[in-house]
């Protein structure tokens, strides 16, 4: 099953993005846009959760293809305040010890974005290897959710593995076992406790942002499931510095 391509992350400019604004119900211009994206940037909080804010209420579009075109801007312009925040620095230096920065996520899913099929097709090799227990454990847990949940969870996982070896290295990555991925989602105490909020950000926002999707959207009665599923595996990827 062929998965549906990315949302595009590309800034037209301000002339465009203050033609989509104003379309969609946005009361803001690009400057004060810019504004929200710079002082969330020094703050912390990723694009996943600042953008949705732009709007008072839910925001109006007359088309699937404006609604996308008008995202695909604002994630665009929030990459471009970014990177002359961050200078030449496109992925931060991020801490081994420490849950993944929103900054670090953000700007190294950019850069896993932008690799080249076989480099893409080397990562996914070598996760499919080190991690198949993962792989497998999640297509049985989500044996009841659609295929593009289970299809897209395991991408998600892949994402997640990528990120975390971005960070801390091949060695600081856990081997991910078939039995301790079923203490991690069957324990409710630390399946509550997040080990990496940064990363779990993205997650849902990749999951609702399909949600949306007019031609290929995954069942919301799946997202809690999926949801579930990857806490256990970060707890799994990340571990808590006391269980590392």
């Known amino acids: 099953m062929k998965m549906p391509k990315r949302l595009e992350r590309v800034y037209e400019g301000p002339e465009a993005l203050a033609r989509l604004l104003q379309t969609s119900g946005c009361k803001l211009s690009v400057d004060e846009v810019q504004e929200e994206f710079l002082a969330s940037l020094e703050e912390g909080t990723p694009a996943a959760e600042i953008i949705p804010l732009l709007w008072e209420s839910e925001p109006r579009f007359k088309t699937p293809e404006l609604a996308r075109q008008t995202f695909s801007n604002l994630f665009g ?72 949940g289970q299809e897209l969870a395991l991408d998600l996982a892949f994402e997640t593995f990528w990120l975390c070896e971005r960070a801390r290295g091949e060695k600081g990555v856990p081997r991910a076992r078939r039995e301790a991925l079923d203490a991690a989602l069957n324990d409710a105490d630390r399946l509550a406790e997040e080990t990496e909020p940064a990363l779990a950000s993205l997650v849902s926002a990749t999951l609702w942002e399909q949600a949306a999707d007019e031609e290929n959207p995954l069942p919301e009665a799946d997202i809690p499931a999926i949801e579930n599923v990857l806490r256990a595996a970060r707890q799994v990827l990340a571990p808590r510095p006391a269980q590392a």
């Open 77 to 148: 312009l929030w990459d471009l305040v970014a990177k002359e925040l961050a200078g030449d620095e496109v992925v931060p230096e991020q801490d081994p010890a420490e849950p993944l920065s929103s900054t670090f996520v953000d700007r190294a899913w950019l850069e896993l974005d932008g690799l080249s099929d076989k480099e893409i097709r080397r990562a996914r090799d070598r996760f499919d290897n080190v991690h198949h227990d993962l792989a497998v454990w999640t297509f049985e847990q989500l044996k009841g959710s659609s295929s593009l």
